[in-house]
C-alpha cells in the first residue's frame, strides 16, 4: 500500500538535490547496480532504473511503499528490519554488507549481497542489490557435488590417494582404516614404501616413474597393515596436475586379497587335479559337443596303448567296438542329458584287443546349442573276466553233491550252495548273514559245534563225522572237512566247510558190523551143535550092532544116517559162513 511522505517522491527526492550533485543522480539513475533509497520508516523514497530492470517492479509501484511490504523472503524480513533499525541508533551495531533473499515481481527468490549506507543529515539511507542468485546456484549446485562425491569417495571400498612426485602420501580417503587399520592422519605425509612389501618395492617404484612419466598401467603388489598382515592391493593411477605442473599422482587402491587368495586356492585346485588326472589309474576324457576328445589323461596309453596326443580331437566313437549298437547311442545320450554311473562299453586297443570300461560321466554344457560330456573310465577287463570266472565257479558249486558252506573270519556265513540247502534244510537267502553255530547243531561227543570251531581257529583245518540236524529236527551223519582262507601274511579271512551225507554208509556199515557178528555165532553154534550130535550118534550106532532084532537095528542105523546126513550139511553151512567172513574181511567190508 502507498503511503504518503513528508520525503516527497524519488524524483522529488532528487530535485532537493543540489545542482552540483546532479552529476550522482545521473549515475545512480543509469549504473548497472540496483539502488534505492529507503527512508528510516521504511518506505522506498527512490528506487533506480535498473532495479526496476533486475526486480520487475515498476518504480511508480514501489516508491511510497515499505520496503518490508513486498520485497525481503519471509526468512530474511525480521532480520532486514532489525538491521534497519539498529543501524539508525548505532551504525556499527548493523552489518554495511550482507547477504540476503528478495523476492522479485513473479514472486521467485532472488539472492543479492545487500551494500547499506546512511545519507548524512537525514534518516535516510542508499541501499544497493548485487544479484548472486546464478553465482549462489552455481555455488549450492557446487556444493552438492562436492557433498556427492565426498560420500562417494569416503562410502567406497576403494581407497582414493595422491602423493607428490617423491612418493609422500598427501592425501588419502576414509577408506584406508577399513583396509590396513591406519587412520588417515598417521598416514598423510609418510612414503607410501614404508607400507610396501619389500620384495615388491622395486617393482613398484619402477611403474611410480612410468606413471609419473604419463603412463597408466595397473599395478598388484602387496601392503602391510596395522597388525602386520599383508593385503594384495592393486593401484590405477594418472599424474596429477595442477596449471600444467606435474603435482603427483593420484590413484585408486583395490584390496584384491580374497581374489588372490581364491586365485592360489583355484591354482592348488588345478594343480591337484591335474596331479590326480595325469596320476590316475582310470582314464579320465572330455568330449565336445560334436563328439570329439579335447582332453585324455595318460592312463590312456596303459589301458588302450594310445598316447593323449595321438587321441585328442578324434572322434571318440572311433574307438568304440560297435558304435551303432543301441546301448552305446543310449550311452551318448544320457551322458549329454544327465549323469550316467557305472556304464560299460567295449572299446578296441591299439593292438585289436577288445577292453570293457566302466563309465561314470556327467554332462558339460556350451554356449552353442548343445552339449559335451567329461567321463571317467576303468578298465574292468580283468574283472569282468574273474567276474565270469567266479559265476561259472558258483554254477559247478551250486551243482556239486557236496554242500560246500563259506563263512567270514568270524564264522558268519558268507555262502550256501544249493547242496546245502538240500542237505540242511535252510535256503541260501535264510542262511547267508546268519552264524554257523545257529544252524548247524552235533551231538557227537568232543566234536561239539564250539569244539569244532575252535579246533578249526587253532589248526586251521579239520576232519572229522559229525551227527548233525537238519532244519526240521531229522538227524545225519556227516563227514565233515573245513578250511582256514588266509591272505599272504597268513592272516584269516573266512572259512570253507564241505559236508558230505554218509548216513546210508554209516547204515549199511552197521548192518554189515550186525551180519558179521551173526555169521561168527553161527559158525560157533554149529560146531558146538555138531559135536553134540555126532558122538551120541556113535554111541547109538554101537548099541545097534548088539541088538540081536536085526529090523529094529536096521531102522536105527536108517534114522543115525539120515542124523549124520544133516550134520554134514551143519557141517558145510560152517564152512560156508567162514568163507564169506573171510571174503568180508579181505574186502574191508568189516
Not at 563263512?407 to 541260501?428: K, P, Q, S, V
Not at 589248526?459 to 556227516?478: D, I, K, N, V
Request: negative net charge; aromatic residues 8%.
Amino acid at each position: 500500500m502507498k503511503r504518503s511522505s513528508k520525503n516527497g517522491t524519488g524524483q522529488q527526492a532528487f530535485d532537493r538535490i543540489s545542482p552540483p550533485e546532479t552529476l550522482y543522480r545521473t549515475i545512480v539513475e543509469n549504473t548497472g547496480t540496483a539502488i534505492m533509497i529507503v527512508a528510516g520508516d521504511g518506505t522506498v523514497v527512490y528506487a533506480n532504473a535498473e532495479f526496476e530492470k533486475s526486480f520487475g517492479y515498476p518504480r511508480s509501484d514501489l516508491e511510497g511503499t515499505a520496503f518490508w511490504d513486498r520485497l525481503p523472503d519471509s526468512a530474511d524480513r525480521e532480520r532486514m528490519i532489525h538491521y534497519h533499525r539498529a543501524r539508525r541508533v548505532d551504525p556499527s551495531a548493523a552489518p554495511r554488507t550482507y547477504e540476503a533473499a528478495l523476492r522479485d515481481a513473479s514472486g521467485a527468490r532472488r539472492n543479492v549481497v545487500v551494500t547499506v549506507a546512511l545519507i548524512p543529515g537525514s534518516d535516510r539511507s542508499v541501499v544497493s542489490f548485487m544479484d548472486i542468485t546464478e553465482k549462489k546456484r552455481a555455488e549450492e549446485a557446487l556444493r552438492l557435488s562436492e557433498e556427492k562425491y565426498r560420500t562417494l569417495v569416503e562410502g567406497i571400498s576403494e581407497v582414493i590417494f595422491t602423493v607428490d612426485p617423491q612418493g609422500r602420501i598427501t592425501y588419502m580417503s576414509p577408506a584406508l582404516e577399513r583396509l590396513t587399520g591406519y587412520r588417515v592422519s598417521e598416514v598423510v605425509g609418510e612414503p607410501f614404501s614404508r607400507y610396501v612389501h619389500p620384495e615388491d618395492l622395486p617393482g613398484l617404484q619402477a611403474s611410480f616413474g612410468r606413471t609419473l612419466a604419463g603412463a597408466q598401467e595397473p599395478h598388484e603388489f602387496r601392503v602391510f597393515d596395522r597388525d602386520g598382515s599383508l593385503h594384495h592391493v592393486v593401484t590405477s593411477s594418472r599424474p596429477l596436475t595442477d596449471d600444467g605442473r606435474l603435482v603427483g599422482l593420484i590413484g585408486v587402491l583395490t584390496d584384491i586379497t580374497d581374489r588372490k587368495l581364491a586365485e592360489e586356492a583355484l591354482r592348488k585346485s588345478e594343480e591337484m587335479y591335474r596331479s590326480i588326472t595325469q596320476r590316475s589309474f582310470d582314464v579320465i576324457v572330455t568330449v565336445d559337443c560334436d563328439g570329439r576328445i579335447t582332453y585324455i589323461s595318460p592312463a590312456v596309453k596303459r589301458i588302450l596303448g594310445y598316447k593323449p596326443k595321438s587321441v585328442t580331437g578324434t572322434r571318440w566313437l572311433d574307438y568304440v567296438v560297435e558304435p551303432e549298437q543301441p546301448e552305446v547311442l543310449d550311452f551318448v545320450r544320457m551322458a549329454r542329458e544327465g549323469a550316467v554311473e557305472g556304464y560299460q562299453v567295449e572299446m578296441r586297443h591299439k593292438n585289436g584287443a577288445v577292453v570293457t570300461l566302466e563309465f561314470n560321466v556327467s554332462p558339460v554344457p556350451s554356449a552353442a546349442d548343445c552339449a559335451g560330456f567329461q567321463a571317467i573310465g576303468r578298465d574292468i577287463t580283468d574283472r569282468k573276466r574273474i567276474r565270469e570266472e567266479l559265476a561259472y565257479h558258483a554254477y559247478l558249486l551250486d551243482h556239486v553233491s557236496d554242500a560246500v558252506i563259506a563263512t567270514d573270519e568270524h564264522f558268519m556265513i558268507t555262502a550256501w550252495n544249493r547242496a546245502a540247502e538240500d542237505l540242511y534244510g535252510w535256503e541260501a537267502e535264510q542262511a547267508i548273514g546268519r552264524a554257523l553255530t545257529e544252524l548247524i547243531h552235533s551231538d557227537t561227543p568232543g566234536a561239539e559245534p564250539a569244539a569244532v570251531l575252535r579246533e578249526l581257529e587253532q589248526e586251521g583245518s579239520y576232519r572229522g563225522e559229525l551227527m548233525q540236524y537238519r532244519e526240521g529236527g531229522q538227524p545225519l551223519s556227516t563227514d565233515i572237512t573245513a578250511t582256514a582262507l588266509k591272505e599272504t601274511d597268513g592272516g584269516v579271512t573266512g572259512y570253507i566247510l564241505v559236508a558230505r551225507d554218509v548216513t546210508a554208509r554209516i547204515v549199511a556199515e552197521s548192518i554189515r558190523k550186525r551180519a558179521f557178528e551173526q555169521i561168527e555165532q553161527n559158525m560157533e553154534q554149529f560146531a558146538i551143535l555138531g559135536d553134540h550130535i555126532r558122538h551120541p550118534l556113535q554111541v547109538i550106532m554101537a548099541r545097534a550092532d548088539l541088538l540081536e532084532d536085526e529090523a529094529t537095528a536096521a531102522n536105527i542105523r536108517e534114522q543115525v544116517k539120515r542124523i549124520n546126513g544133516l550134520v554134514r550139511q551143519l557141517d558145510e553151512g560152517s564152512v560156508e559162513s567162514r568163507e564169506i567172513r573171510e571174503f568180508l574181511r579181505k574186502n574191508e567190508l568189516l
